[in-house]
């Protein structure tokens, strides 16, 4: 179905009542002689890592014993190749970009994906007029070569279809996306609506509607928490901790909005307009799981994403769930 960027979802409600929550190989010590944690977003501060900010004010990364940094990222991959390389403690990573960087050797693990719905669509101005797949016929769409929704694009094409030849696809620098479309250089873009569409709004002052592909049969999870996997292997019980503490900030977010808003308009640096982050954030709470903790996830989520990578993405050798995602960590009273 079609999506605005404002819609505020029903089953925000469902993620309230689901919560039963209460560098790895770092050895500094902060105030109080908590653990020196860093974790590395994916991108620069927007709305979806409010949580992460409202934990950090709310005192349950202290809690856990660890003295929390939270550093800007440049892109999934470039935050994986961070873990991978002990740069970085965790980071928060979009799973299909985890998928392929464990298949090239990296040693990294997913400790769950919290966006279960994927947020990967096609966005638009709503004076377009595009209400399904089949509108898309005719239209220029930019889209980043090398990324998910690139790869899939096609595929979800014709899964709802529409030839590939139907479609003119411009490629498009992921950084130079949302300008192209403010432009009118293209008719559409490839991306994550729960960032982009509020950006894309508060920019031109024109309303922005969505196609989710998760809403017309291809969904591919999201971003979540990553480690190195000899972290896990020499620090378990920090691993732990630290999910403890992310998915309580998760969930109690949920329950505040306002208050992770104002904590990472507080906290962060660089972040977007307090208007534009209480968009994003509004827009993300649907995507996560209704049923159980954040970041909670089941095999056939994993299982689902490895095989649209295998045969969409140029996902070699695919293995099975356990090669990418541990889910020991997430799955914690």
């Given at each position: 179905m ?6 505020i979802?029903a089953t ?8 039963g929550c209460g560098g790895?190989?770092s050895?500094?010590?902060g105030a109080?002689?908590n653990?020196?944690?860093?974790l ?7 709305g979806e ?5 409202y934990?950090?004010q709310?005192?349950?990364?202290t809690?856990e014993?660890?003295?929390?940094k939270?550093l ?9 190749k961070?873990v991978?390389?002990k740069?970085t ?5 979009d ?10 050797g ?23 007029n ?9 239209k220029?769409?930019g889209g980043?070569?090398g990324?998910a929704?690139?790869?899939?694009f ?16 411009v490629?498009?620098d ?12 293209v ?13 894309i709004?508060?920019r ?14 291809m ?6 928490l ?7 292997q ?6 732990r901790?630290f ?11 949920a329950?505040?909005?306002a208050g ?8 962060a640096?660089?972040e ?6 209480t968009k994003?954030l ?8 209704a049923?159980?903790?954040?970041g909670?996830n089941?095999?056939?989520?994993w299982?689902?994403t490895?095989?649209l990578m295998s ?14 995602w541990?889910a ?6």
């Amino acid at each position: 179905m079609k999506r605005t960027a404002t819609t505020i979802l029903a089953t925000v409600a469902l993620l309230l009542a689901a919560t039963g929550c209460g560098g790895g190989d770092s050895s500094d010590t902060g105030a109080g002689g908590n653990k020196e944690v860093t974790l590395t977003l994916n991108w620069v501060p927007y709305g979806e890592h409010a949580p992460f900010y409202y934990g950090l004010q709310k005192g349950y990364y202290t809690a856990e014993g660890i003295d929390l940094k939270i550093l800007p990222g440049n892109g999934s991959g470039n935050t994986i190749k961070q873990v991978a390389q002990k740069q970085t403690d965790f980071g928060w990573a979009d799973s299909p970009v985890l998928l392929k960087s464990v298949a090239t050797g990296m040693p990294v693990r997913s400790l769950g994906a919290y966006l279960e719905k994927g947020p990967s669509s096609v966005e638009f101005f709503t004076e377009e007029n595009i209400k399904t797949p089949a509108d898309l016929k005719g239209k220029t769409v930019g889209g980043t070569p090398g990324d998910a929704l690139y790869a899939t694009f096609p595929a979800w094409l014709e899964k709802n279809g529409v030839k590939q030849s139907d479609v003119k696809v411009v490629n498009v620098d992921a950084a130079g996306k949302i300008a192209a479309l403010a432009e009118g250089k293209v008719d559409a873009i490839m991306g994550f609506f729960h960032d982009q569409a509020p950006t894309i709004e508060n920019r031109t002052s024109k309303k922005v509607d969505v196609l989710l592909f998760a809403d017309y049969g291809m969904n591919l999870l999201g971003t979540g928490l990553i480690a190195n996997t000899q972290t896990l292997q020499k620090d378990p019980e920090l691993a732990r901790k630290f999910v403890r503490a992310t998915q309580k900030s998760w969930a109690d977010a949920a329950r505040d909005p306002a208050g992770a808003v104002s904590a990472m308009s507080a906290l962060a640096e660089n972040e977007p307009p307090a208007e534009v982050l209480t968009k994003q954030l509004t827009l993300v709470l649907p995507l996560i799981g209704a049923e159980g903790p954040p970041g909670v996830n089941t095999e056939a989520q994993w299982t689902e994403t490895i095989d649209l990578m295998s045969r969409y993405a140029e996902l070699k050798d695919p293995g099975a769930p356990n090669a990418y995602w541990d889910a020991s960590y997430a799955a914690q009273g």
